[in-house]
């Protein structure tokens, strides 16, 4: 693996299925790791809010017989006019061995990386949020027996963190990916991501399809995994929720939605989540979601991340 774990993209096919094969080795196997990581330091950088990626990351660390440090970007100086970007990863990676961030600009986990002599791990950023989608791989693994040759759905706003990497995920495990979204480039996957996708499907030789459109029923028939996300990502100003929810609502994963997947199709969701607005209560609350499998596996998908960027595993 490269130093550092700021997109899906940056990794290989073997390094991804490596990574989820350890995660289920440690989700079975808790005690054998137990001291893998004593006397390591994981700080943890939050401009974000979180609930998920703060316990499951620091949770992780303690389990793997390290220590996480929590760290509150409203109460820091970094990237003001007191302390920069880089003289703050330059100076925090002479304390600890493993960063990780939750920021809003992608362009600052890059140069924070680019500073930092210890891994730095992307846990979110405008652009990407590959930890979650490592878990959710792991979850799908888990309920369907395999991630190739399955056909995901993704309903929604396209141009966010959560559908590049599944985009980025879908392409390197050879997995259909259809994405719908209003028209427009404020909401489709930005070109950029696709034009990787594409590239990572033409190396490995798959048979991957990346599907967009603007129709929900096209995106959903046959699928064998239905995915959306909110409509309100952190940085989508409040001013512009009613305007959203006019554009997104056709979108909305309902009942009627999920009979046009398979009849097995599983429903996830990276939370938290609105019931009513992109998922209705009877859907991510019913048999077919696995949305707490998912947010269990962010503990054991991001300690085998820690495990392999400080080549202990």
Known sequence: MEK?????????????????????????????????????????IFEKPSLRTRISFETGMTQLGGHGIYYDLSTSPLGKQKESISDT?????????????????????????????VPVINALTDYSHPCQ???????IREAKGKLAGLKLAYLGDG????????????????????????????????????????????????????ILTNEPSEAVKNADIVCTDS??????????????????????????????????????????ATRGMEVTANIIDGAQSIVFDEAENRLHTQKA?????????
């Not at 554009?247 to 097995?264: G, T």
């Not at 991340?305 to 595993?313: G, S």
């Open 133 to 139: 989608i490592l878990a959710d791989f792991q979850a």
């Open 231 to 272: 409509w309100m990502s952190y940085h989508i100003p409040e001013s512009e929720k009613e305007d959203r929810v006019k554009k997104f609502m056709p979108f909305q994963v309902n009942e009627k939605i999920m009979k046009l997947a398979k009849k097995d199709a599983v429903f996830i969701h990276c939370l938290p």
């Open 4 to 44: 550092d774990f700021l997109t899906l993209s940056s990794l290989s096919r073997e390094e991804f299925i490596a990574l989820l094969d350890l995660a289920d080795d440690l989700k079975k196997n808790p005690k054998k790791y137990s001291n893998a990581l004593q006397g390591k330091t994981l700080l943890m």
């Open 159 to 210: 141009n966010n963190n959560v559908t590049h990497s599944l985009i980025f995920g879908a392409a390197l495990c050879g997995m259909d990916i259809a994405v719908a979204s209003p028209k427009g480039t404020d909401y489709e996957p930005q070109k950029e991501v696709m034009k990787k996708a594409h590239d990572i499907i033409k190396k490995y030789g798959s048979k991957s399809k990346l």
């Open 89 to 117: 990863a330059t100076t925090a990676s002479r304390y600890v061995d493993i960063i990780m961030a939750r920021l809003f600009s992608h362009q600052h986990i890059e140069e924070m990386a680019k500073h930092s002599r």
């Open 305 to 313: 991340l820690m495990l392999k960027l400080l080549k202990v595993k």
